[in-house]
């Protein structure tokens, strides 16, 4: 491996969510960083100098970076990677139909990386892919006659805090067998380390005193980790369902139940949260990624399959325990608010808040939806019979029922004034279990959480 004695130049392949967090921030610490973006439309946005999707503090950490010349958004290959010491791959893993890890993307950045990556420079697997997938692209790199280290360094950034989290990191796995190559990714962590309060300044996001593990691990570890913290907080939502299901029929309290379960600190409570079940673009492909990782090496991961079968049918249990509430729902009128699969985000990926907007319309229900961040996004994949609102007030008119659908703090944080002074509908679904029961049953309203 070459010696630096500059900060190295940095390319990230790929600028959706986890590239373009990972470069403003990277551009923040010192460090040259090109963003490659092959979307036309979205590297538009970001050469404007603001993301194409709504998160936390990134904006004006793109337009900053931008402006001072350390962050420049191209399409051009030549243009980034010939000049790099370090290719971080962040680009899409979606899931082909069969729930397996669809890696063209995956496989084209490291070919076309392959070919223009000085010799010796170090190639970064940001990406969420299946174990094993690290050892093709080594042989992939091996036709090309060069010497180039692999590292394999998943990303564990959450949608909704993706800065804060880059910033204060749990940890930072990196794994290969280039320990050089392995230490010199630490390294760019380790920058980053110095400058992170600045740059949460910048960003105007609160700061944090975490402190970080750096774990160095094998190269198939390293993939599995990652595959493996997102089946293991999965297992515990849909577990949580589960026990949710059972509560609503001997009639106990879910939150009650997970609250005493969680303050066991070998359980611990986060992530036992019943409700619509998990959504987005990581969990529902990287559970049906882990399973087909599974089949190949033909290891039967069943409490997987469990996990997802019970999540799937998450979003029909929430409407059918409405509909044995009410006698009928076809002609009812029935807001509902969140599309984004979660707060803090726009991201509508797999939204349970749309699937359940998208079932009541096949249900003859008429829709009316809103979200403070994910309308445009959504609109793409909702009913075109769903009615989209400017604002949370108008999808409240004349409704019968209210359903929240994404935890977003304007939803769940009301009082219940805010409900009963701007709508007649008395029925609330908390599809999020996120609303305090007692004060709004007290404000005469019907309650129907999942599994209380
Ligand atoms: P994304 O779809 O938002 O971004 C991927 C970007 O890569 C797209 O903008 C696409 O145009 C670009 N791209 C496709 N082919 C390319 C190529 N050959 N060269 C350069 N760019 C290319 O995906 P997202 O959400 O950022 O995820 C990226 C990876 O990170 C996935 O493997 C995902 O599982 C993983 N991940 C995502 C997290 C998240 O919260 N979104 C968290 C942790 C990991």
Redesign the pocket.
């Known amino acids: 491996m070459t010696e630096l004695t500059t900060l190295p130049t940095i390319t990230v392949?790929?600028?959706?969510?986890?590239?373009?967090?990972t470069a403003a921030l990277l551009a923040h610490s010192g460090y040259m960083v090109y963003a490659?973006?092959?979307?036309e439309e979205?590297l538009q946005v970001i050469q404007s100098g603001v993301s194409f999707?709504y998160e936390d503090g990134l904006d004006v950490l793109i337009k900053t970076a931008i402006d001072n010349g350390t962050l420049i958004a191209t399409s051009s290959?030549q243009a980034s990677i010939p000049k790099s010491h370090i290719v971080f791959?962040?680009?899409?893993?979606?899931d082909n139909p069969d729930g397996s890890s669809n890696l063209?993307?995956?496989f084209?950045?490291a070919t076309?990386a392959a070919k223009l990556m000085p010799e010796g420079a170090i190639y970064v697997q940001?990406?969420?892919?299946p174990v094993g997938t690290g050892t093709r692209i080594k042989q992939l790199f091996a036709q090309e006659n060069k010497q180039i280290p692999y590292v394999s360094n998943?990303?564990?950034?959450?949608?909704g805090t993706?800065v804060f989290d880059t910033l204060y990191f749990d940890r930072v796995v990196a794994g290969g067998d280039d320990f050089g190559a392995v230490q010199a990714v630490t390294g760019v962590y380790k920058q980053l380390e110095l400058h992170r309060d600045d740059i949460a300044d910048i960003a105007t996001i609160k700061k944090s005193r975490q402190v970080g593990h750096y774990i160095s691990t094998n190269l198939n570890s390293a993939e599995l980790i990652?595959v493996t913290s997102n089946a293991f907080l999965a297992l515990k939502i849909s577990f949580a369902n589960s026990i949710a299901k059972l509560s609503d029929v001997v009639g106990a309290d879910v939150v009650e139940v997970m609250d005493a379960v969680g303050a066991d600190k070998r359980i611990g409570r986060a992530f036992l949260n019943a409700g619509r079940g998990y959504g987005?673009?990581?969990f529902p492909?990287?559970i049906s990624g882990l399973i087909a990782s599974g089949k190949e090496y033909g290891v039967d991961l069943a409490i997987m399959k469990a996990a997802q079968d019970v999540n799937n049918t998450m979003p029909t249990y929430v409407i059918d325990k409405l509909s044995k509430k009410l006698d009928n729902l076809s002609g009812k009128k029935i807001a509902v608010l969140g599309l984004a699969f979660k707060a803090g985000t726009s991201?509508t990926?797999r939204s349970p808040g749309i699937s359940i907007a998208n079932s009541l319309v096949s249900l003859g229900v008429n829709v009316q939806a809103f979200d403070p961040k994910a309308n445009e996004e959504a609109s793409h994949n909702l009913d075109p019979a769903v009615i989209i609102t400017s604002s949370i007030e108008e999808a409240l008119i004349n409704i019968d029922v209210i359903i929240i659908a994404t935890d977003w703090p304007e939803f769940i944080k009301q009082d219940p004034s805010f409900y009963t002074n701007r709508t007649t509908s008395r029925v609330i679904v908390d599809a999020v279990n996120k609303l305090d029961k007692h004060s709004y049953v007290s404000a005469g309203l019907q309650y129907i959480g999942v599994g209380r």
């Not at 998943?154 to 949608?159: A, S, T, Y």
């Open positions: 392949l790929g600028a959706g969510y986890v590239g373009l967090t490659v973006e092959p979307n979205r999707f290959y791959s962040s680009v899409g893993t979606p063209t993307y995956v084209a950045a076309e940001k990406s969420t892919v998943p990303e564990f950034l959450r949608e993706a990652k987005g673009g990581c492909k990287d991201d990926r």
